[in-house]
């Protein structure tokens, strides 16, 4: 079981920019899902963000064309690239990285109800 080490959240101001980093090594999966999942208190926890092997992408619609997500295979390290920050994006973002083959179902979905395999998380703050 790979467990992620999540940096980079902090406090901004609407319309800034943060990167999120998690460190995900040790995972020796051939195929893989990997992503940002976000949890609001008193709100639903959502997936954010996702990249499969083949480098392939999927947004939540509440962030597409804000944010970027991406890998550096080298560092074993995951990326989330956040512009354009909004109140609403307040919240503790996690990452996951978990096995992943072509009948499972849609990446975005596994990583938001992911619980054991993803990491302490970092708290993204975004005032007004």
């Known amino acids: 079981q790979v467990q992620p080490v999540e940096s980079g959240g902090g406090s901004v101001q609407a319309g800034g920019s943060l990167r999120l980093s998690c460190a995900a090594s040790?995972?020796?999966?051939?195929?893989?899902?990997m992503g940002w999942l976000r949890q609001a208190p008193g709100k639903e926890r959502e997936g954010v963000a996702t990249i499969i092997s083949d480098g392939s992408t999927v947004y939540a619609d509440s962030v597409k064309g804000r944010f970027t997500i991406s890998q550096d295979n080298a560092k074993n390290t995951l990326y989330l690239q956040m512009n354009s920050l909004k109140p609403e994006d307040t919240a503790m973002y996690y990452c996951?990285?978990?096995?992943?083959?072509?009948?499972?179902?849609?990446?975005?979905?596994?990583?938001?109800?992911?619980?054991?395999?993803r990491g302490q998380g970092t708290q993204v703050t975004v005032s007004s």
């Open positions: 996951a990285v978990l096995p992943y083959g072509d009948f499972d179902p849609p990446c975005l979905f596994l990583i938001r109800a992911v619980s054991n395999s």
């Open positions: 040790g995972y020796t999966y051939n195929t893989f899902c």
